[in-house]
């Protein structure tokens, strides 16, 4: 048995090596990746901290200019629209110096156009719509085999530039991600607490159900149980929602110091950790606003955990911690509405 541990751990570390390997050959042989990383490293430098507290609510968020980002900003993502052009996660249709590294039906790619200093798009190889409900066990596998690493998933209608292909995003753990420390600072309700499973929610300033499970086996089961109780009142269509997973520290070694053996300890519990964070709306008010009322803002997973691309700079001094608030109640699922499904899931757990 220590030997099979010893060797799941090399395999671990080898394939994270070679995760990083790709982004650091990428960085700098493709002229448009580099260029870009370069460029999100000087505008994060002048990154602009929208923290306070309103009330009792603690908004966690920063924004920085990334205009590079405003292909992914103002995706049409309507049917006509996705169908006239031609889809930019399919291989025969990427640039000739994107490389991949493969890992089951899936491509591991580095994200030319990046909001997080290390960003990765994970990409179905073949051509499939955008969707959770087939693909949520394969995020959790990714998070098992990238450990180091943040994944993520917008909904086809919560942010992703891309509703027609189905894939995954990630980030290392060095990014500040506020959703993982909503529970700690705002209003949280625990639902389940067990040998296998911790489940809770919060409703302000976003709406977010937090799963915690002993195995893979106990997050599968337990998500597609709340996946099934959204799409009740979901007309048919995926529920709305992102999703930010990770597994076991949701930090890297280096910032618990000597506190990490104690914090890895109290991780291992409930190894397998996920935020749902569920929407009513795709983009706000002020998106679609005219003059100075616009903020081109298309809330999907890093906005929704506080990080905030600004594609325009004269949005920069439009964004304040009052709009950041604002936009989370209006594109989060009511406070109403997430108190009766956590209601739902209790009963049915």
Request: proline share 4%.
């Amino acid at each position: 048995m220590r030997l099979y541990i010893l060797q799941q751990k090399t395999t671990l570390e080898n394939f994270q090596q070679e995760i990083e390997q790709l982004f650091q050959k990428q960085t700098l042989s493709w002229e448009l990746a580099k260029e870009n990383y370069r460029t999100l490293e000087q505008y994060k430098k002048q990154k602009r901290d929208l923290s306070k507290w309103i009330g009792k609510i603690l908004i966690e968020a920063g924004a920085f200019l990334n205009p590079k980002r405003i292909l992914s900003t103002m995706a049409q993502t309507d049917t006509a629209s996705i169908h006239s052009r031609p889809c930019f996660l399919c291989q025969k249709n990427r640039p000739q110096e994107q490389e991949f590294l493969s890992y089951k039906n899936y491509q591991i790619l580095v994200n030319p156009y990046p909001v997080f200093e290390h960003h990765f798009t994970i990409a179905d190889k073949e051509h499939r719509p955008q969707s959770i409900a087939g693909y949520f066990d394969d995020m959790i596998e990714f998070t098992d085999i990238m450990r180091e690493y943040f994944l993520m998933y917008n909904g086809p209608e919560c942010g992703a530039s891309a509703p027609d292909h189905a894939h995954f995003q990630a980030c290392t753990k060095e990014e500040d991600m506020a959703g993982i420390s909503y529970d700690l600072s705002n209003y949280c309700t625990d639902l389940i607490d067990d040998d296998k499973l911790q489940i809770n929610y919060v409703y302000a300033p976003v709406s977010l159900i937090n799963v915690q499970a002993d195995s893979k086996e106990t997050m599968s089961k337990t998500f597609h149980l709340i996946y099934d109780i959204l799409s009740a009142d979901s007309n048919g269509k995926e529920p709305m929602m992102n999703i930010l997973a990770w597994y076991g520290l949701e930090r890297t070694d280096d910032f618990f110091g000597e506190n990490y053996e104690d914090e890895l300890e109290a991780a291992t519990r409930y190894p397998y950790k996920c935020c749902i964070f569920l929407r009513s709306k795709h983009r706000p008010d002020c998106y679609y606003a005219k003059g100075d009322e616009q903020i081109l803002i298309s809330p999907a997973i890093a906005e929704m955990n506080g990080i905030f691309p600004i594609v325009r700079e004269e949005d920069m001094e439009k964004l304040t911690p009052e709009k950041v608030y604002d936009i989370y109640q209006e594109v989060s699922m009511s406070k109403e509405k997430l108190q009766e499904i956590a209601e739902r899931i209790k009963a049915a757990l």
